[in-house]
């Protein structure tokens, strides 16, 4: 554990970006929108920003991503295949815990898993992630039922605390203890992790001020929707209102739904891109010759419920999918994020 | 950062939306949370618009026909080309050059393109392709009020007690205007849809009125007539602001109930207990299509006149609502894209208008109103076409008989087959535009990424085509285009550059959120009527009356679909279902027809026929049928021939016979 | 280590030969440029693997050869627009191929049993790998009946395995089409009504039955009727996939992803598995 003034805690950004491509939270001056993006100048990161509303999922999983090119010589028959592997070197820098661990859900899904997902390791291996705990929540936030916050459990290289005039620096790997080292912070002691619990604790005493947008208390969700007993209307009463638009899952910090495409960029010469896709759209699903297992609207929403809420998912994240952010209730056209779907649910349940 | 402001160029909504751009690629898309109409919502095309702007399917060099092919020219050749070609039919009156505009340019580009076709060609015959609905829906706001645009606005759908949707898939169409209605619903807004098909707005609505097709305008009549039956007609506010409503009243006697539940297949209690819905509600809205599948002048006429006597107009929270389905279709009217208007809606038989446009443009504009191009019955033999996204070229046979077409556009399209010339231009991402969405908002989509090497955006292509053919224009960029079309438009004052940078832009006249009732020159009157209430009638020929409409994913032909993936999956999945295009029918009547989803089926009328599947879904009534025109044969076979039926608007109805093939 | 790592680039293979299987139906035989004689790397039968089609796109297709004694192949049926890219080939041209993938057909599990095989049109491609394997062990297992339906004879896929398992020790052949027609003179109807017809063993009996949905149903019906147990009927799903080892979730069917997990189910597991099949 460490300590840095408030004043210096920007020279750890910077620090960073000396080998790192630097991401972290902006405010865009236009929109007044935080979004979690590459900064170029270190000063740009707002560590008191909002909860961005673009998730860092997009660094390790980019919304739109050649992972090979190709080009096919037919007269000669010589394939010429390059794989594209993202492994620059990131820092991920702010992170607020729900995005933390919505990286590590996809950490367990894409290189927990019988294979691991080449393309997101290289984008993974050589990373950096500095955590920011919450000292008091945001409108839409729920990481409190979803065990995700206020403050990073594990996972990070560094944590910052705000405890007032400086921030407490807790390593939770070796490279981050490095960092800390290298940089001849202070050492916290005892009474510093105190302040840090108390304002932990302080943080979630405000949840029933501040979060006042969305609960989710899914853990009696989770069992139903596991079992499947949810009666079919509930599903129907969410599919009615779905308009396809496939937000819920883009703005999501563990979907990682994707679609495979070869967009031609000379004749026989493509692109292999990899995009972010959607369990909401209606051809996610369809088989070449037009069969499609899941057709009508409601199954396709379960589905995403099921991704989110089952402990057999669950399995795969080592927790449950939702982190409790509150982007889908943000973006969604109809009233159907994922708050609102557990209350329509356990409205059912207590009928 | 690398994400950049802008607005979604897809549907008449005017979402806001941050480009990831990266260098000369768009690698994403985010929705802009704080946006006043979209409110960080975007919708399946809106979510995948990079997919579109990466394209490899743009047009990145001139082109020249040489010997019947297309080989690669510079600028200079090609405008070169262009304006010698043109010159050869450029009189006083140019009847033979044409002008079809698209409404997806921005209004800076068809500004200029008006200001061509007028100033330096002489030819009046300018205009977007043959959809007459959004017209319909200006001229009789217009005439009735003197604005022609959306009387209420998208801001103020919160603000609405009553909402009715008419004949509008809307969540399809414009999703997020839907999603808008969907929250005022949930808010407690008592939201109305009546429609021939079983939306899911009208899922989502509290009551709904699955009507007969081609019959709304006798449901309207009919609940203006229960207004004035049960007097909860607001006179206070007819008197006040409004002229020729006993006129109209009168029109309205004749009406009875058995008429008109024999027209509309609908429970007259039904149709009384919307109108006294509408009459006790505080504040009103009515949201209905204004494009391919708009309403005829007549039933805008009566849901205008319904709204007007509930005194729904001109108030917070209230007005008559026209959405259109192209990003910038209300602008490229207000630029005065069409044969017979200026900008803001000023008629070339305007005198002070044109007097204005001679002063600042230092010539002498010829006045004879032009033709557009589905009117111009083979007269024309130049025609230049400005970025259509549409694959099908409608008046295929008169296009390729002419002597000259040039196209300039950003993407491939099927225009470039029959083109003498081909100038590219770059994307709505690639240069400033403002574009007027259905509400009547100007908003600026800033220059976001280089255009391909060498490619002009379309205001400077155009001044440079002007150049060329002798004219003297002076724009150092698309502002100063703008600083001009405000000086010649009355609608667009106080508009400029500088106040649409902020997020959102702003609303013509002077920001408004709705007609303002009480300062205008002059009071709003009823809008005229035309025609009978007679509805298109089924036979025992013609048993089925088919509807004509669009589906999320058959998107205006859906050229800019499918240079996507997925979107173009999304429309895939129908298409490879029904590769000959579908046509919906009930269980009912496919059972008669000894047909199951999936059978090819011929649909025969009285002017025509052609080939589809059919789909079977109980979302369409019995003796209903429902086709989405995304087909080839589909538009250029069949519904050419029913051109006029289009054009008469009838909410697009046709009388048809189905047979088993 | 020496292994070609093929799970998310695709290694480069030629086609060798081309064969007409049946109308829209090709059967494709391949080698495998970089590995030793051009040998396909290991597999069994059930498996399937992502084949790309340069300048076209990628599709999942399940895998005929057996993977003893037989040349590598794949037979495909032009659905799309990656598949009629791949129709459109000729000997000598270049594909790529990343796999195989997926849990494979029991064999070890069921030595010693009677095996029933029931396939519908297509159904029969991916059946084929584990019929050719038993056939050359069938001194492993009891009674092998074959149940082949098609529309018309036309339509019967595999002549010359199938002229093979017609002659073959032990085997009891039985092919059907749908409707009569001049000089066939074999069985008529369906196939789930030609089950019911011969005297198939229940006891100590595996099934595999492969198809169309409707087929599907309609012999499961006829199965679990006579007495075969859920868990003794096997079938392989298909779904559509984009990467194979269980990351894009395109195949994802409740809790199960048939890529990583199937594509090969027992009855009982479909189904529980809680969607439309």
Sequence with gaps: ?351 | MNYKSGICTFCGTGCGHLLDVRGDKVCGVFPMQNHPVSKGRLCVRGWNVHELLSTADKITTPLIRKNGKLVEASYDEAVACLVDNLAKYKKDNSEEIGFLASSRSSNEDNFLLMKLARSVFNSNNISLDSDPGHRNSLDVLNRATGMPGMLGSLEEISKADFLLVVGIDITKQNPIIGSELHFAAMKGARLMTIDTRNTQIAKLSNGFLQIRPGSYKVAMAYMAKVLVDENLCDVDFLKRYTEGFEQFSKTLAALNDDEVAGKTGLDVEQLKNAARDLALSKSAMVFFSSGISGFDSDTIGYIFNLYLMAGKIGREGCGVNPVTGINNLQGSYDMGIAPDLLTGFQSLSDKSAIDRFNKEWGVKLNTHPGKSICESSGKLKALVVVDHDETIVRNVNEISKMDFVAYIGSYKNDFVNYAHVVLPVATYAETDGTFTNTERRVQLAKKKLEPAKNVLPAWQLIAKIAEKAGAKWNYASPADVMAEIVKLTPNYAGIAYDKLQAMGGMKWPNGAARLNIESAPRKVSFAEIAGGLSVPLASEEYPLLLMIGEAQHYWHQNNLMKKTSIPLREYNATLLLYPKGYVAISPQDAKDLNVRDRFTVKIVSPYGSMEAMVQVTDKVKPKTAYVAYFVDDMVTKFFLEHKDVLKRGEDATIPVRIVKV | MSEINNLTIPEIVTIDEIKDEIVEVKTFYLSFDARKGGEAPKFTSGQFVMCTVFGAGEFAVSLPTCPENDRFHLTVRRVGKVTNALHELKPGDKIGIRGPFGNGFPFDEIKGKNVIYVAGGIGLIPLRSSIMRVMQNKDKFGRVLLFLGARTPQELMYADSIKEWKTAPGFETNITIDNPVPGWDGDVGFVHTLIKKKNIPIENTVAFVCGPPMMFNAVIKELTELGIGEENIISTLERHMKCGIGKCQHCAIGRTLVCTDGPVYTYRQIKTLGEQI
């Design chain 1, 1 to 351: 554990m460490y300590l840095i003034k408030k004043s210096q805690v920007m020279d750890i950004a910077k620090e960073l970006q000396k080998e790192y491509e630097l991401y972290g939270p902006v405010i865009d001056k236009e929109t007044k929108q935080t979004m979690f993006v590459k900064a170029d100048d270190a000063a740009e990161i707002d560590l008191n920003a909002p909860i961005p509303a673009i998730p860092p999922k997009h660094v390790l999983f980019p919304n739109y991503e050649r992972i090979m090119s190709y080009k096919y010589d037919r007269q000669n028959k010589k394939v010429d295949i390059k794989p594209d592997f993202d492994e620059k070197p990131k820092a991920l820098f702010g992170l607020r815990s729900c995005d933390l661990t919505g990286v590590l859900c996809m950490d367990r899904f894409f290189l927990g898993q019988e294979f691991a997902d080449e393309v997101y390791k290289n984008h993974r291996k050589n990373m950096f992630i500095v955590s920011n705990t919450c000292i008091a929540p945001f409108k839409q936030c729920f990481c409190v039922c979803t065990d995700s916050g206020p403050a990073a459990q594990e996972g990070y290289d560094l944590n910052l605390t705000d405890l007032g005039d400086q921030y407490l620096v807790e390593a939770g790997s070796d490279k981050g203890k490095k960092l800390a080292e290298k940089m001849g912070l202070a050492k916290a002691d005892d009474s510093h992790k105190k302040a840090k619990e108390n304002a932990v604790d302080k943080s979630i005493s405000l949840f029933d001020s501040i979060a006042t947008d969305n609960k989710a208390w899914i853990s009696r969700v989770m069992n139903r929707v596991t079992t499947g007993l949810i009666d079919e209307k509930v599903w129907e009463y969410i599919g009615n209102q779905c308009i396809e638009c496939g937000a819920c899952s883009f703005v999501c910090p563990s979907c990682t739904c994707f679609n495979i495409t070869d967009p031609i960029t000379a004749p026989d010469e493509a692109d292999r891109m990899r995009t972010w896709d959607s369990c909401s759209y209606e051809g996610y699903s369809r088989m070449a010759g037009g069969h499609n297992p899941r057709k009508p609207v409601e199954d396709r929403r379960s589905k995403r419920f099921f991704c989110k809420l089952s402990y057999s998912q669950a399995k795969k994240y080592l927790r449950p999918g939702c982190v409790g952010c509150g982007r889908c209730q943000w973006v969604c056209p109809g009233d159907i994020g994922l708050p609102n779907v557990v209350t329509y649910i356990r409205r059912e349940i207590q009928k």
